[in-house]
């Protein structure tokens, strides 16, 4: 099991009197944080148009970890292809691996939320078919190879990258959680990743997903032996789970009520489908087990949401670290030896 950071950016300047820079700047300290202790990887999520997420170009501030980091790998989650020029997406991505030494990590999708396809004056009806156009030309760029592409949404002559990835292959996700979109994505031969709640109810249906998926991808021939597949899910950590609720709850709440879609659910929902990581180390660990069966092999724990403070997020990341990581990095040792 690997371990991740994942922020969606949801800021309430007018609710928490914080700004869109202070939250920025936290960000970025939890990410050196997380560097520092051992975490595998940081995700960014992209969004626009909302307090919802306010990171609107993942890769400046990416780079801007990449200055501060050393060993993190440095992902986005997700880039939303239909809203972009995929050349730009190519050039923007190939640059920020170069920077960073190549720790990117390219988690893409074709978009779920209505006002964003609103805002950008985008039909998103045919964004399944956009986004498989824009993936195309993304991989004919980074072979450095010059070329053409003669699609149903992009077109280009005689194109040539000058700055390339500094990784041979930069590991590629696909936001996919569905049961029929997962098994699509298998079929492309691409990982899968995104969070539980949005598209199953318990591990347990999870798992069916997860194994669909798994099934579909062997059946097209591209195997399983290389399935990554991170999942996101709301996380605090404290030394009681009484302590761990008491601060969490409105957060977790504050977070549901902000976002654009199934806004039904509470704190309690959640928990009771198995779909938090709030409680003690033991509890974490027992269920992060539990995804661990169903075929989670990277946990992107959401810890800053709603609002949490700062230094609550900031504790929290370390005593995963010094309570949580060893019970599965220990795991990881007994199977290597």
Not at 42 to 48: I, L, Q, Y
Not at 100 to 112: A, E, H, K
Not at 180 to 192: C, D, E, F, T, W
Request: charged share 25%.
């Amino acid at each position: 099991m690997e371990f991740g950071l994942f922020t969606v950016f949801d800021n309430y300047k007018e609710k928490l009197g914080r700004s869109h820079e202070d939250l920025l700047q936290q960000v970025l300290d939890q990410t050196v944080l997380a560097d520092e202790l051992g975490y595998d990887s940081v995700w960014f999520a992209e969004h626009h148009f909302s307090e919802y997420g306010i990171l609107t170009t993942p890769p400046l501030l990416l780079a801007t970890a990449a200055e501060r980091t050393t060993n993190i790998r440095l992902g986005v989650s997700i880039v939303t292809l239909p809203f972009k020029n995929p050349i730009q997406v190519a050039e923007d991505y190939a640059l920020l691996d170069v920077l960073s030494n190549g720790r990117v990590n390219l988690g893409m999708g074709s978009g779920y939320l209505p006002h964003e396809f609103s805002g950008f004056g985008i039909d998103g009806k045919d964004k399944a078919h956009r986004f498989n156009d824009a993936l195309a030309v993304i991989e004919k760029a980074w072979t450095g190879q010059k070329f053409s592409h003669e699609g149903p949404y992009y077109q280009y002559s005689d194109v040539k990258l000058e700055v390339l990835p500094k990784q041979k292959q930069v590991p590629l996700w696909i936001g996919a959680l569905s049961d029929r979109g997962s098994k699509y994505v298998g079929k492309m031969g691409y990982n899968i990743m995104g969070v539980p709640y949005v598209a199953s109810s318990s591990i347990e249906e999870l798992k069916q997903i997860i194994d669909g998926y798994k099934a579909a991808r062997q059946e097209a021939g591209h195997g399983t032996r290389s399935v990554n597949i991170p999942l996101a899910l709301h996380t605090f950590v404290a030394k009681t789970r009484e302590e761990a609720e008491m601060v969490a709850k409105e957060h977790v709440n504050l977070y549901l009520d902000t976002r654009q879609y199934g806004r039904s659910a509470k704190f309690e929902d959640l928990e009771a489908r198995e779909q938090l990581l709030i409680g003690t180390p033991e509890d974490v660990i027992q269920r992060m087990k539990k995804y661990e069966e169903a075929g989670c092999t990277h946990m992107m724990m959401l810890m800053n949401f709603g609002g949490l403070p700062h230094k609550e997020v900031m504790k929290s990341i370390t005593l995963v670290a010094d309570e949580v990581m060893p019970a599965f990095h220990k795991n990881k040792q007994a199977i290597v030896s």
